[in-house]
């Protein structure tokens, strides 16, 4: 059966399995044998819990060079097992590195590069990636013609899944080489930011996010979030003025969600923020100004001061709940 | 110790502009080109490099930053706007048979074009198109090109050789250094983008923009483009766009018929 090699970084890690990781586990099974690469080490939890997705092969390694430089030294090491073990495919998750290891394992292996699949499907062997392009205005269908495919594939492309057979992993460590520009760009300080304890805002299945209309108080949009067990998303505007996290930001440069609901509060729907969540499947906004353009794009719309609207639907929400 | 001048190259794309509608054509799914301009993301990309050569005397004290694109004919006025800008020289790669690159042959084709230009300090791009919207270019160049990359850079310093950049994650913010030459792609983080001045657009019209065939960087036809690329878009569909819903202006109840709907809908 063809490898299909799943990355999985526990640099700084939890130490087990993300929900994403499941989901590119679930795929790789689909389409052929699952074989897991770690940046870092393998705790008996997560070696456990790749068994139970049915892996049964994970090299890995601790290279003190996976955590001191950016992102390079991860895609030599994904590079390098993918070649040693003949691997059809490589699968990664959609974030900023995910994608960048893709970009260089592409290189590295002549591959063509499929970023941002909603779904992978395998035909007779082959991945074929959907996925949304210009902002949402269109679904395509894309493959690697080349004789590996690397494809990185956003959350949620699959419900996740054990295997029939829990399998225990052979779990080999091994030292890899690293290219000299991959030892280039050295990381000098992290500053973690504490976690807010809501959803994180790509997996979340409710998005309510707040702009400029806030005029500096998303204590309103964290509220209806809080009642609705949803992540909270902000306009560049709202992050520009330091109101809540860059990370928080929907739009072109920002996150692209598509949550079943998508409440935009106090946010007049500029180009650039449509282009984060157009493709939300229902949309509704809250605005003073009837004229604004979030009103085009909105199932359900309120004409509506939002300091007034929100704290009501949260009232109301807890009232029906009681 | 005095600091050399510095040879940038800010990758600027040529690209459909956002503001309007935007269609794939054609059995390959191409972009239709209409209505294009200077990709806005790349602006990050040169305001970051005047900004630099700006601190070091600009062009006067012989600081070099040439504003490369790759794409049709009419992509030259992705760099024509960049000279305005302030860019000092452009280049433009451009040959039928680049039609249909993806980033894997588009990657080849500018690592081949910045072969040409000596020896770079610094390669500056956007953090992503904003039409292919891939965010692999970037990375694939440097990698071509042998250089480190500091990607989705949202600060950017030069301290003599030494680059210092930030990047933001989601739980994380990273501050990373290397030494030139290096690749940097930058956010809308970074800066605040100039604006062409009546001075620049005048200066513009005698700055130098050299053409490049693929011959003139030494790629055969069969290298890129639609025959090169190694991805390939098998059908494309268009979606419905949305439409305008149900529109109430609150008369007092609007938090509840907000329930109302979200309960009718099944969301809550
Ligand atoms: C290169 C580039 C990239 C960008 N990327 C992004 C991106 O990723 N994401 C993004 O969001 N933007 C992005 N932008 C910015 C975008 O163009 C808009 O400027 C931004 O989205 C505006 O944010 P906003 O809607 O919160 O603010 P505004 O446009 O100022 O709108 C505020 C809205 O709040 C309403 N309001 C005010 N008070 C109340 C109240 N009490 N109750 C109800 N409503 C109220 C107003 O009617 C108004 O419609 C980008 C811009 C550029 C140039
Ligand atoms: N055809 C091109 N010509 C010049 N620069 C490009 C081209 N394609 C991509 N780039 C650069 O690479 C960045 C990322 O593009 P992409 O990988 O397509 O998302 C852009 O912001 C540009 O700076």
Known sequence: MTAIVVFIDQINASGTLHSTSQQLLTLARSAGEAVVVVAGPVSEDLAAELGVH???RVLHSEQSELADFLIAPKADLVAQVAASVSASAVLLENSPAGKEIAARVGVALNAGVITDAVTVENQGGALLAHKSVLAGSYMVQAQATSAVTVISVKSHSVEARAAAQTVVPVVERIEVTFGPASLGARII??????????????????????????????GPVEELADVLGAAVGASRAATDAGWISHAAQVG??????????????????????????QTSKVIVAVNKDSESPVFEIADFGIVGDLFKVLPQAVEEIKRRRS | ???????????????????????????????????????????????????ITDDRGGAKAGNFVTALTLGPASAVAAVKKSLQIGATSGVHV????????????TSLAL??????????????TGMSSTDGETSLVPTQLAARLGLPAITFASSLELDGTTVTARRDGDD?????QATLPVLVSVTDQANEPRYPNFKGILAAKKKKITTLSLADIGLSADAVGHIGSLTRVDS?????????????TDAGDAGIQLVDFLAAQKLI
């Open chain 2, 111 to 124: 690592a081949a074009a910045v072969r040409t230009l000596g020896p770079v300090d610094l390669i500056i």
């Open chain 1, 54 to 56: 049915g892996v049964a």
């Open chain 2, 236 to 248: 494309a569909a268009e979606r419905p766009a949305r439409t305008a819903g149900t529109i109430i």
């Open chain 2, 94 to 105: 451009s040959d039928e048979a680049l039609a249909g690159s993806d980033a894997w042959s």
């Open chain 1, 252 to 277: 072109q440069t920002g996150k692209k969600v598509s949550p079943q609901l998508y409440i935009s509060v106090g946010i007049s729907g500029a180009i650039q923020q449509k282009a984060g969540m």
């Open chain 1, 189 to 218: 300080r992290r500053t973690s930011r504490t976690a807010s304890g809501r959803p994180e805002l790509e997996d979340a299945r409710i998005v309510v996010a707040g702009g400029r209309g806030l005029d500096g108080d998303f």
């Open chain 2, 1 to 51: 110790m005095e600091n050399a001048a510095l040879n940038i190259v800010v990758l600027v794309k040529y690209v459909p502009d956002t503001q309007f509608d935007r269609h794939l054509t054609g059995e390959n799914h191409r972009l239709d080109r209409n209505e294009s301009i200077l990709s806005e993301l790349d602006e990050y990309a040169l305001e970051a490099a005047l900004a």
């Open chain 2, 172 to 176: 994380v913010s990273e501050d990373i």
